[in-house]
């Protein structure tokens, strides 16, 4: 293109002035340089995806940045978390850990006695139905797989009752017990609440995380949960003192909630 303009401006331009045909093919070569520095600036960049969640470029989860931008995903919570619906009518639950009974001794033989079942009941698929036959406790514990509930203000979950937890209360502990000594883990941390006002209706409780506390009168070891990002266990317990000695507790869809 150069020689082309050169060989142009030659007919025009006698030999003698040949300086002024290099001048001008200088500033024609300047020129075109800004324009194509120009050109590659303002030339809006590409952004393409490649994905892997079967939803072809929809900028979604599974969509991977391949040239040019980044573009950030924010991953926020879900508005609830659903820890237990019990809809499969047996173990595990809905972070897949495990469920079942505690006693002071092992099988819960009297005079401590708490035997968990999932009934199917209308509209609900299946429930927990906890019956205790007690002196001094008895407990029903749900695996959480180190959950963070940090997310979440509240716990919530339905219940009703039958028998002395009518008018009386139970307690929810949140736990995180982790062991494995030798100075490497330790934990046994673990904070409580008393929630009452049961009736033989079911009825939705919605606990403030915050209200959660350790126990008083406990001793080191044990102490308040350090890190709610990471949470082992919640159960919940019957005292012959606070819940009566016979009675039963249903509960259903256990959930998280912001
Ligand atoms: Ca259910």
Same mark, same amino acid.
């Given at each position: 293109?150069?020689?082309? !303009?050169?060989?142009?401006?030659?007919?025009?331009?006698?030999?003698?002035?040949?300086?002024?045909?290099?001048? !001008?093919? %200088?500033? !024609?070569?300047?020129?075109?340089?800004?324009?194509?520095?120009?050109?590659?600036?303002?030339?809006?960049?590409?952004?393409?995806?490649?994905?892997?969640?079967?939803?072809?470029?929809?900028?979604?989860?599974?969509?991977?940045?391949?040239?040019?931008?980044? %573009?950030?995903?924010?991953?926020?919570?879900?508005?609830?978390?659903?820890?237990?619906? =019990?809809?499969?009518?047996?173990?595990?639950?809905?972070?897949?850990?495990?469920?079942?009974?505690?006693?002071?001794?092992?099988?819960?033989?009297?005079?401590?006695?708490?035997?968990?079942?999932?009934?199917?009941?209308?509209? /609900?698929?299946?429930?927990?139905?906890?019956?205790?036959?007690?002196?001094?406790?008895?407990?029903?514990?749900?695996?959480?797989?180190?959950?963070?509930?940090?997310?979440?203000?509240?716990?919530? =979950?339905?219940?009703?009752?039958?028998?002395?937890?009518?008018?009386?209360?139970?307690?929810?502990?949140?736990?995180?017990?982790?062991?494995?000594?030798?100075?490497?883990?330790?934990?046994?941390?673990?904070?409580?609440?008393?929630?009452?006002?049961?009736?033989?209706?079911?009825?939705?409780? /919605?606990?403030?995380?915050?209200?959660?506390?350790?126990?008083?009168?406990?001793?080191?070891?044990?102490?308040?949960?350090?890190?709610?990002?990471? %949470?082992?266990?919640?159960? !919940?317990?019957?005292?012959?003192?606070?819940?009566?000695?016979?009675?039963?507790?249903?509960?259903?869809?256990? /959930?998280?909630?912001?």
């Amino acid at each position: 293109m150069i020689h082309y !303009f050169q060989k142009q401006m030659r007919r025009v331009v006698p030999n003698e002035h040949n300086h002024v045909i290099r001048q !001008f093919s %200088l500033l !024609f070569i300047i020129s075109l340089t800004l324009v194509f520095v120009d050109v590659a600036q303002t030339q809006p960049k590409e952004t393409r995806f490649s994905d892997d969640d079967g939803a072809a470029n929809d900028g979604q989860l599974g969509d991977t940045v391949d040239n040019l931008v980044y %573009l950030p995903t924010i991953l926020k919570p879900p508005e609830f978390l659903v820890i237990a619906d =019990f809809d499969t009518c047996k173990p595990p639950n809905n972070l897949v850990g495990d469920m079942g009974a505690a006693c002071p001794d092992p099988g819960c033989p009297p005079p401590d006695q708490l035997f968990e079942s999932y009934p199917a009941e209308p509209e /609900r698929g299946c429930i927990a139905c906890l019956e205790y036959h007690i002196k001094n406790w008895g407990a029903f514990w749900m695996k959480l797989n180190h959950l963070d509930m940090t997310p979440y203000p509240y716990l919530v =979950f339905d219940v009703r009752g039958t028998g002395d937890i009518i008018g009386k209360q139970f307690k929810i502990e949140i736990k995180r017990n982790c062991h494995s000594t030798l100075d490497g883990t330790e934990c046994y941390e673990l904070e409580i609440n008393y929630v009452g006002g049961v009736t033989a209706n079911w009825e939705q409780k /919605r606990i403030d995380l915050s209200e959660f506390a350790f126990p008083p009168g406990w001793q080191l070891p044990y102490k308040s949960i350090q890190d709610w990002s990471d %949470l082992e266990e919640l159960v !919940f317990t019957v005292e012959g003192n606070q819940s009566g000695e016979d009675g039963s507790i249903y509960l259903d869809n256990v /959930r998280l909630e912001k």
